[in-house]
């Protein structure tokens, strides 16, 4: 009987050591997946504006396949960064992107939106200049009183830039208010400058590179000038987005900080065959053309993390103006970077 015992008990080990075995063998295999899958997501439909002729990091995000399952909605095109905010907040899109000055605006006014990604800004190769002719008498920004600039919108980047350009140039606020600021659609930008509607036209892109072919005009001062490098703006989300769907903003922010990324490091040549590309397969019936003119993101920071130094300093601006208060807004709560691939403490690269 006792041997009998000893022979049970030698193959119940023997049971539970080969079991254990083999689960340790699943799991270098990689079939024991459950605790590595992804969450499933809370919806799987986000809607965008996109803008005609451009592709954004949305899209591209989607095409390079860093969405999936996430499908993009496409509700039409934007004019202006503000514009594409206030359908976040009213709930009409999902995801929408401004300048950092807008987004503050909309934050202070406790519009229940947080930024997540920075998407656009400023380098050697993709930055914002203020033109005048070459026979033009403006030669300071004091030479701007009485003048009128054109501007694609009110109320972002380019009025932002403007107005520091003059304050750091000592134009009293006074004097800065008798610079008239016109919105003019980007593309009519130099007709009304050369045509002496406007003194001034901020250009940028295929838009500035074009003119400066034809000639007779020049930059009295660029973005760059007053900043260097850095990031202008970023995409936004509801605070309730993001609390109703956390997955799905985790998707969503990854993929496209991924996209950026993609950008930022891919030979531009590369990337604007992949702009064409998506332009055409998307068949809205749509200028291509300014995308051969593609030099780089100027997004400053990699796949866009956000810094409070970068929207502090729109902040300090706005407090100077006396749009805010003191202390009203604290930059890093105005921001998140948990849903971003390159966030802080998260090895991207092993996922």
Same mark, same amino acid.
């Given at each position: 009987m006792n041997a009998l015992i000893r022979i049970l008990r030698v193959r119940r080990f023997?049971?539970?050591a080969a079991a254990r075995f083999m689960l340790a063998g699943a799991v270098a295999l990689g079939s024991v997946a459950p605790a590595f899958a992804e969450p499933p997501l809370e919806k799987t439909e986000i809607r965008y504006q996109g803008w005609a002729g451009q592709v954004t990091f949305t899209e591209l995000a989607d095409d390079l396949g860093y969405l999936a399952p996430l499908k993009l909605k496409w509700? !039409?095109?934007?004019?202006? !960064?503000p514009q594409d905010i206030q359908t976040v907040v009213t709930g009409d899109t999902d995801i929408g992107g401004a300048f950092y000055g807008a987004i503050l605006k909309l934050i202070a006014a406790k519009a229940p939106i947080k930024a997540v990604?920075?998407?656009?800004?400023?380098d050697a190769n993709t930055y914002q200049g203020y033109f005048v002719k070459d026979d033009s008498p403006i030669k300071t920004a004091r030479d701007l009183i009485g003048k009128k600039v054109a501007v694609n919108t009110l109320g972002a980047h380019l009025e932002f830039v403007l107005r520091e350009y003059l304050a750091?140039?000592?134009?009293?606020?006074?004097?800065?208010?008798q610079v008239t600021l016109v919105a003019i659609p980007p593309v009519t930008g130099e007709q009304v400058l050369r045509q002496d509607q406007v003194?001034?036209?901020?250009?940028?892109?295929?838009?500035?590179?074009?003119?400066l072919e034809r000639g007779g005009i020049h930059s009295l001062f660029n973005d760059t000038?007053?900043? !260097?490098?850095f990031t202008g703006g970023a995409y936004v989300l509801r605070d309730k987005f993001i609390k109703d769907n956390p997955n799905a903003s985790r998707k969503l922010v990854e993929g496209i900080s991924r996209a950026i990324q993609w950008a930022q490091t891919t030979p531009p040549e590369?990337?604007?065959?992949?702009?064409?590309?998506?332009?055409?397969?998307?068949k809205r019936n749509e200028?291509?053309?300014?995308i051969k003119y593609w030099k780089s993101t100027g997004v400053a920071s990699k796949g866009g993390l956000i810094s409070d130094g970068e929207i502090q300093i729109w902040i300090d601006w706005l407090v100077k103006d006396g749009l805010f208060k003191p202390g009203q807004l604290k930059a890093s709560d105005t921001y998140t970077n948990e849903f971003n691939y390159f966030r802080p403490g998260k090895t991207a690269e092993a996922r």
């Open positions: 023997a049971a539970r509700v !039409g095109n934007t004019i202006s !960064g990604i920075g998407y656009y800004g400023s750091r140039n000592g134009l009293s606020a006074s004097e800065a208010r003194e001034v036209s901020t250009l940028s892109g295929v838009l500035r590179d074009k003119a000038d007053l900043f !260097g490098q590369e990337v604007r065959a992949r702009f064409e590309k998506i332009v055409a397969e998307r200028d291509a053309s300014p």
